[in-house]
């Protein structure tokens, strides 16, 4: 309240002084206007006025009929006598004192010239007044200024703690609940809040009581913000939303005020809806970090804490979050009691990102061939807001290729432009696209030939943006993305195709012959194969981890994953993590060795059409070969059956 106070002080203080230096400026030009003598008022001479000396010769030869003198200008117009009716009389600049010469005055009249003399005094009196009432016109309109401008200040600085949450009594989003799919789990736990705040009768009947906070947790894109629209949409309450980072300020305890002033805000409109969007800029971990703790946003979380469950309590308002950094906030944030449930929102699987897509494709011509089961199987790991930046994309594509409907083909050359890059010019025929051509078959070759390797969607030696010369795609399988549980054959099956370019490299240009083009596949190699032995328990070493994911720098973790042995078993660590990579590239170079034939023809078929779906590539490899059945069993999209 002091800090307040003197800085209203000095405001008040810096207006009168702003309005003392402006009365003085005001004061010095009106004496600088009434000081100028008349003579620098005036305007330079025109070319057309009359000299003092023409002026006299003019009066002594009679040729003069009228002369009307202005003593305060100094000046005189003349009328000659053989002036024409519309012409307008000349000027002659008198000398000081000429005015009001009685013998200039004698002198006309005894030449029978009309004289009209002004009154003295006249002129200057209204330029007074003139002068006078611009000046104090300006100078109010600048204390008028001055004084909204400090009240300005005040209210800036009164107003400096309180909320910038925004507020709405129903709030008109467009997004209701039928608009949210792929996440029906968390739509549920949320739909009970919102039926709470409608029905309470309903729970409180058998003695249940308001959850005091929601918190969304999961990766970036997933919806979490969209269902936040959607309880807006659909709860007819007050609804508040603030994202976290606008309670943190330079300033120590505006945080704090302002967190005060919002929950004040919504007990008087409960029961209503405080939504806090990342959450985790406010509610990190107190205490720690490299360099000590943020002593602003710890007061802040302090207050939050205090006003969600604290000695007083919040009665009837209900905060929901959102963070995709759960594992930075606060135990004593995520207590029952402030937020009693944690809703995970996690990628949709096939059948959410199928709801999705139909949702995001209602606003968009889509050709009748456009399989959305198909666009669903070929885009697992992907969130539903990269699946709607997908129809979007494909949409842009379409109208850019002046086309009326959204086809497969836009569709999939969406999925390759989000997912690998932009579509450069194609390669001339050179060594060089030779060798990309063999290094891609080797990939695809394998991606057919091992029986638990994912099922090939089509391989290209059409480069891409980021130096991409080539790829080969596979359609990922449904059940272990979405379980997430992977087989130690699915595993090795992995390192195997991805060294495959580098085998086929190897095996038709020798040893000495192979590129950098394989440093992608080689650093994907050894994490799988360093996973596999320190964290999986799938090598010789037996069933132990021997590391653990490692924290974040900023809450005084390690940045490194934290050792668990001792430098003789990193020693045995490396051994096997080798092993695991040379096994794995002896398997590759041993496969494309036994079909040396296959290959030419693949690579030759491949340079004439530079881009070979995988249900041809399977066709061909049939017929010299014997695949796995899993392979056969694949549909032209490249989905399983």
Same mark, same amino acid.
């Given at each position: 309240?002091?800090?307040?106070l003197?800085?209203?002080?000095? %405001?008040?203080?810096?207006?009168?002084?702003?309005?003392?230096?402006?009365?003085?400026?005001?004061?010095?030009?009106? =004496?600088?206007?009434?000081?100028?003598?008349?003579? %620098?008022?005036?305007?330079?001479?025109?070319?057309?006025?009359?000299?003092?000396?023409?002026?006299?010769?003019?009066?002594?030869?009679g040729?003069?009929?009228?002369?009307?003198? +202005?003593?305060?200008?100094?000046?005189?117009?003349?009328?000659?006598?053989?002036?024409?009716?519309?012409?307008?009389?000349?000027?002659?600049?008198?000398?000081?004192?000429?005015?009001?010469?009685?013998?200039?005055? =004698?002198?006309?009249?005894?030449?029978?010239?009309?004289v009209?003399?002004?009154?003295?005094?006249?002129?200057n009196?209204?330029?007074w007044?003139?002068?006078?009432?611009?000046?104090?016109?300006?100078?109010?309109?600048?204390?008028?200024?001055?004084? &909204?401008?400090?009240?300005?200040?005040?209210?800036?600085?009164?107003?400096?703690?309180?909320?910038r949450a925004?507020f709405?009594m129903?709030?008109k989003t467009?997004?209701?609940?039928t608009?949210v799919?792929g996440i029906?789990?968390?739509k549920?736990e949320?739909?009970e809040?919102?039926?709470?705040?409608?029905?309470?009768?309903?729970?409180?009947?058998i003695?249940? $009581?308001?959850?005091?906070g929601?918190?969304l947790?999961?990766?970036?894109?997933?919806?979490?913000?969209?269902?936040a $629209?959607?309880?807006?949409?659909e709860?007819?309450?007050?609804?508040?939303?603030?994202?976290?980072?606008?309670?943190?300020?330079?300033?120590?305890?505006?945080?704090?005020?302002?967190?005060?002033?919002?929950?004040?805000?919504?007990k008087?409109?409960?029961?209503?809806?405080?939504?806090?969007?990342?959450i985790?800029?406010?509610?990190?971990q107190?205490?720690?970090?490299?360099?000590?703790?943020n002593?602003?946003?710890?007061?802040?979380?302090?207050?939050?804490?205090?006003?969600?469950?604290?000695?007083?309590?919040?009665?009837?308002?209900?905060?929901i979050?959102?963070?995709?950094?759960?594992?930075? %906030?606060d135990?004593?944030?995520?207590?029952?009691?402030r937020?009693?449930?944690?809703?995970?929102?996690?990628?949709?699987t096939?059948?959410? &990102?199928?709801?999705?897509?139909?949702?995001?494709?209602r606003?968009? $011509?889509?050709? +009748?061939?456009?399989? !959305?089961?198909?666009?669903?199987?070929?885009?697992?790991?992907?969130s539903?807001?990269e699946? #709607?930046n997908?129809?979007?994309?494909?949409?842009?594509?379409?109208?850019?290729?002046?086309?009326?409907?959204?086809?497969?083909?836009d569709?999939?050359d969406?999925?390759?432009?989000?997912t690998?890059?932009?579509?450069?010019?194609?390669l001339?025929?050179?060594?060089? $696209?030779k060798?990309?051509?063999?290094?891609?078959?080797?990939?695809?070759?394998?991606?057919?030939?091992?029986?638990?390797?994912?099922?090939?969607?089509?391989?290209?030696?059409?480069?891409r943006?980021?130096g991409?010369?080539?790829?080969?795609?596979?359609?990922?399988?449904?059940?272990?993305?979405?379980?997430?549980?992977?087989?130690?054959?699915?595993?090795?099956? &992995?390192?195997?195709?991805?060294?495959?370019?580098?085998?086929?490299?190897a095996?038709?240009?020798g040893?000495?012959?192979?590129?950098?083009?394989? !440093?992608?596949?080689?650093?994907?190699?050894?994490?799988?194969?360093?996973?596999?032995?320190?964290?999986?328990?799938?090598? +010789? %070493?037996?069933?132990? #981890?021997?590391?653990?994911?490692?924290?974040e720098?900023?809450?005084?973790?390690?940045?490194?994953?934290?050792?668990?042995?001792?430098?003789?078993?990193?020693?045995k660590?490396?051994?096997?993590?080798r092993?695991?990579?040379n096994?794995?590239?002896?398997r590759?170079?041993?496969?494309?060795?036994?079909?040396?034939?296959?290959i030419?023809?693949?690579?030759?078929?491949?340079? +004439?059409?530079?881009?070979?779906?995988?249900?041809?590539?399977?066709?061909?490899?049939?017929?010299?070969?014997?695949?796995?059945?899993k392979?056969? &069993?694949?549909?032209i999209?490249?989905?399983?059956?």
């Open positions: 309240m002091a800090n307040r003197r800085q209203q002080s000095s %405001l008040r203080r810096t207006a009168q002084m702003a309005a003392s230096g402006l009365l003085t400026t005001t004061w010095f030009l009106m =004496q600088s206007l009434t000081a100028l003598p008349p003579a %620098l008022a005036q305007t330079e001479e025109e070319d057309d006025q009359l000299s003092y000396g023409e002026f006299l010769e003019l009066v002594d030869s040729q003069v009929a009228q002369v009307d003198i +202005d003593p305060d200008r100094g000046r005189a117009e003349v009328i000659l006598k053989d002036a024409a009716e519309d012409e307008p009389p000349q000027e002659v600049l008198l000398f000081q004192g000429d005015g009001s010469n009685p013998e200039l005055v =004698q002198r006309l009249r005894a030449q029978d010239v009309d009209e003399i002004q009154p003295e005094g006249s002129g009196a209204f330029a007044i003139a002068t006078n009432t611009l000046v104090i016109m300006l100078l109010l309109f600048g204390l008028l200024l001055i004084l &909204r401008r400090t009240a300005n200040s005040a209210g800036g600085a009164m107003s400096f703690g309180r909320s925004r709405q129903e709030a467009g997004v209701q609940f608009d799919a029906e789990e968390a549920e949320l739909q809040v919102v039926s709470f705040l409608k029905n309470p009768e309903k729970f409180t009947a003695g249940a $009581k308001i959850p005091r929601v918190l947790i999961g990766p970036p894109g997933t919806g979490k913000t969209l269902l $629209k959607a309880i807006a949409g709860a007819a309450v007050p609804f508040f939303s603030i994202s976290g980072s606008e309670f943190v300020e330079m300033f120590v305890g505006v945080g704090a005020s302002r967190v005060r002033d919002l929950f004040k805000k919504a008087e409109n409960a029961p209503c809806i405080v939504f806090i969007d990342e985790d800029a406010v509610g990190r107190r205490g720690t970090g490299i360099g000590g703790g002593d602003e946003r710890e007061q802040t979380l302090n207050q939050l804490l205090t006003e969600m469950d604290g000695f007083e309590g919040n009665s009837g308002v209900i905060v979050a959102a963070t995709n950094r759960a594992d930075v %906030l135990m004593a944030l995520l207590r029952p009691g937020f009693d449930r944690q809703v995970t929102v996690d990628l949709p096939y059948s959410g &990102r199928l709801e999705i897509l139909k949702v995001h494709a606003n968009k $011509k889509i050709d +009748d061939n456009v399989s !959305v089961e198909a666009i669903a199987r070929r885009t697992p790991g992907f539903g807001a699946l #709607a997908l129809l979007n994309e494909a949409a842009i594509l379409t109208a850019r290729r002046r086309k009326e409907a959204v086809t497969m083909t569709v999939e969406a999925i390759d432009r989000l690998i890059g932009l579509s450069l010019t194609p001339l025929d050179s060594n060089r $696209k060798m990309t051509a063999y290094h891609e078959i080797g990939h695809a070759l394998l991606t057919t030939m091992l029986e638990h390797a994912d099922a090939l969607n089509k391989v290209t030696i059409i480069p943006s980021g991409v010369e080539g790829f080969t795609q596979s359609v990922p399988d449904e059940d272990v993305i979405d379980s997430g549980l992977y087989t130690r054959n699915w595993i090795l099956d &992995r390192i195997t195709v991805a060294l495959g370019g580098l085998a086929a490299e095996e038709i240009f040893d000495l012959e192979v590129t950098t083009g394989a !440093v992608g596949d080689i650093k994907q190699v050894t994490s799988l194969a360093r996973q596999m032995v320190t964290l999986y328990g799938m090598s +010789d %070493l037996g069933p132990v #981890a021997l590391e653990s994911m490692g924290g720098v900023f809450l005084g973790r390690s940045m490194m994953p934290r050792s668990e042995y001792s430098e003789a078993m990193a020693a660590i490396d051994h096997q993590v092993a695991i990579a096994y794995g590239y002896s590759a170079r041993e496969i494309l060795r036994e079909n040396r034939t296959l030419d023809y693949l690579v030759d078929r491949l340079l +004439d059409i530079e881009t070979m779906e995988g249900d041809e590539f399977r066709q061909i490899v049939k017929r010299y070969t014997d695949i796995p059945e392979q056969k &069993r694949q549909k999209t490249g989905a399983p059956v």
